[in-house]
């Protein structure tokens, strides 16, 4: 079969990936970091195809399997997302946990939430713990998206670690399969820019007051102009100073809310366009 032969074929092709690797590495020393990754992760992959992986078990809790401790090496702590505080020991991971946090769709997010415990081949006991289990809700009348496991790592580490990560994220993969669950390894490339700065930016002003009732006032005036800026709403929806002020920080928490569409890939000013969306208003979430 086509298949079996495919397969036989990366075994016999094993050997002369690892010198092409090994090869290279001699060569071309400080050569470009990227490509050496890459063809390390293809040696990899080659070299490991007849190795299995079995899992023992998963230990899991929505509590979280472990403690994150305080360490003086990394940044680690507790960031508010989804009602309660979600523990992180980097950054990085901070970071994913904003941007989850404000994800409409994500319904729970879990730090550390299961411990797989599985072999590589005949090999010795290994353990691999997920970062983070993101659950969603259905929204629209759209279809659920599946769970899935998020594995938080800079690339760098990636690149470094890659021969001794490979074997927990291959074990995280086959167990969502199992379960009709996703899984991803993220990094910086994927969380940090732009959307990562408005998120930030943005969250100051989920609870903002409106005192004053200015919300509705800044929606009906969106919604003659349909397409306009914050400054040019803000200008057209009052008159006096005053007001004008106090609306700008309403005017960021309807953003969050999903009344005021914008593009968040893009860095958020007073000149950035946005639009009115349709959707059924409360108006007590606009005071």
Not at 160 to 188: K, Y
Request: hydrophobic content about 40%; charged content about 30%; glycine content about 6%.
């Amino acid at each position: 079969m086509v298949g079996q032969r495919y397969f036989s074929g990366l075994r016999r092709r094993t050997l002369s990936i690892t010198i092409i690797y090994e090869t290279y590495s001699v060569r071309f020393p400080k050569a470009d970091a990227l490509i050496h990754y890459w063809l390390m992760r293809l040696a990899t992959q080659f070299s490991m195809t007849d190795r299995e992986i079995t899992i023992i078990d998963v230990t899991e809790s929505e509590k979280g399997v472990r403690k994150i401790p305080r360490s003086y090496r990394s940044v680690t702590g507790r960031a508010q997302a989804s009602g309660e505080t979600v523990p992180y020991e980097s950054t990085l991971e901070r970071d994913f946990a904003y941007l989850a946090d404000f994800d409409s769709e994500v319904d729970t997010i879990i730090s550390q939430p299961l411990c797989i415990r599985y072999r590589v081949g005949n090999g010795r006991l290994r353990r691999y713990t997920v970062d983070f289990l993101l659950k969603f809700r259905s929204e629209d009348g759209r279809g659920r998206r599946r769970p899935g496991l998020y594995e938080i790592k800079y690339r760098e580490e990636l690149r470094d670690r890659w021969s001794e990560l490979e074997f927990g994220f291959r074990a995280a993969r086959q167990l969502c399969r199992s379960r009709g669950w996703s899984f991803r390894v993220v990094t910086e490339r994927q969380i940090r820019g732009p959307y990562l700065d408005n998120v930030t930016f943005l969250r100051g002003f989920r609870t903002y007051d409106d005192k004053a009732g200015l919300g509705l006032r800044l929606l009906e005036t969106l919604e003659e102009l349909q397409v306009t800026t914050p400054g040019v709403l803000l200008a057209a929806a009052f008159q006096d100073f005053e007001n004008r002020a106090m609306a700008v920080g309403v005017m960021w928490r309807l953003l969050t809310m999903g009344y005021i569409g914008v593009n968040l890939a893009f860095p958020l000013n007073m000149a950035s366009e946005i639009w009115f969306e349709e959707v059924l208003i409360d108006d007590s979430d606009t005071n």
